[in-house]
């Protein structure tokens, strides 16, 4: 690991003026993916603030009906609340879906939607990778890359989003609130956080540099019948090759996002307008323009059977 | 990672920041980046481990898991893959297990840390260390640490009504099946395969049948 200096911030303010003091600082919080990335130095920060003593570690009502979560309140915590476990399942079952034990015990909720993926080739430092080192290449395109993007990827970068909780948090229509380093607030859609690779496959979302989020916040509840389906080469702690979250209303109408297959969690307009049609005109929907390698091609029907069992499930619920 | 007696931050050295990972990844900051000096620093942290204060002064790059084998010489915790995915180094800290690979120990200023050796001791030995020994819930026991640290917190998790991936009701109150010990000892890994006798440890404890 490369030496850096530390310091641990009282307050968001004080976390975004440290940030934008110290050149090459970064904010730490569970740290559960940023230290692992520092031992391999494909993150080599010279200063790290530590956000973990700044609040923002509660889960609270919002005045519209629904619920502002601190980011850095536990992925274990988040899973746990009696409100989410009601009114927002597929986020409750998303979180349990991921990591181990006592990682979800240390993993903030805004570390987890920054987390970055798990593309061996990112990984490892003796290949070529342009998220890693932009213009260096990519070796997951022509090499090994079954558990990789079948949709939205670039010649650039075909490597998935991680994250089982920003699925879930997309399909609920989740908004992330910040505080940028000039001290101003803002508040972005999940639809607006993350980014396509295309040839800058190295920025994965929309902050700015040394831009702080202080919670991600639901709005009221929806209800319908909330699942998250993870499909995986272990039944237990291992990432996602797909996982399909969905929100379906008792007249079959709903929502659905994807995990696994693409730079973000994947949602479309026109795929939850297709769901009371059944899970092949949603998945057409959602996969139209899916460009799958040879190896990751069986994602395309995986996805639509997982949609086609959450369906299912729904119908037997409601009924 | 060597010794560091020197107070608050120190600066040892300066080694200039190449044009290396740090600059290429953070590409807005790379200008910047460059121009500045990589300082190797130390930094204060006070924690209690096993009910016994400590203040140590640590090279901020120095992993809970490297203060407490390292530098407090509490052996037990276990560094099996250092990059949290095997939690032989499982550790319960202020109550709740974390891998303690993947926690930089100045992170951990006025924590409660309880290691192995605060569970139990040889001539009194926590009734999962007992369980463990009985059901012979080991073979090479390198991962034994970390295994009974993890199973002590499951049985604290489940009897908070804390719900598992494996939980068929959200609301309801977990039970303390095989499928549900499964899955929440699944971030310990066991080479040898102990898991049935694992498991049967941790059920007896719960009160469960063994």
Redesign the interface.
Known sequence: MKSFTYERAASPAEAVQALRRTPGARFIAGGTNLLDLMKLEIEAPLHLVDVNGIGLDRIEPTLDGGLRIGALVRNSDLAADPRVRRDYAVLSRALLAGASGQLRNKASTAGNLLQRTRCPYFYDTAQPCNKRQPGSGCGALQGFNRPHAVIGASEACIATHPSDMAVAMRVLDASVETVRPNGTERTIPIADFYRLPGRTPHVDTNLEQGELITAVTLPRPVGGVQAYHKVRDRASYAFALISVATIVQPDGSGRVAVGGIAHMPWRVAAADAALPDGAGAAAARLLAGAQPTAQNAFKLPLVERTLATLLSDARKVAS | MDQNDSVN?SRRGF?A?TA???A??????QA??Q???????T?AVNVEVNGKPHRLQL???T?LLDALREHLHLTGTKKGC???QC?AC?VLVNG????AC???A??H?GDRITTIEGLGTPAKLHPMQQAFIKHDGYQCGYCTPGQIC?AV??LT?ID??????V?AD??ARPLLSNDEL???????ICRCGAYPNIIAAITEVAGGKA
Not at chain 2, 160 to 165: D, E, N, Q, R, T
Request: proline share 3%.
């Open positions: 931050i080694i920041a290396g990972t740090a290429a990844i953070t590409a807005p900051l910047t980046a121009a500045a000096t990589r300082v190797e620093a930094a090279d901020t790059r992993t250092d990059q949290g939690g499982t709740r297990r974390i891998n993947l926690s930089l100045v992170m200023e993890s917190a499951v998790e908070s009504g804390v719900p598992s991936h939980s959200l609301s499964r899955e929440r000892m699944s971030g310990n």
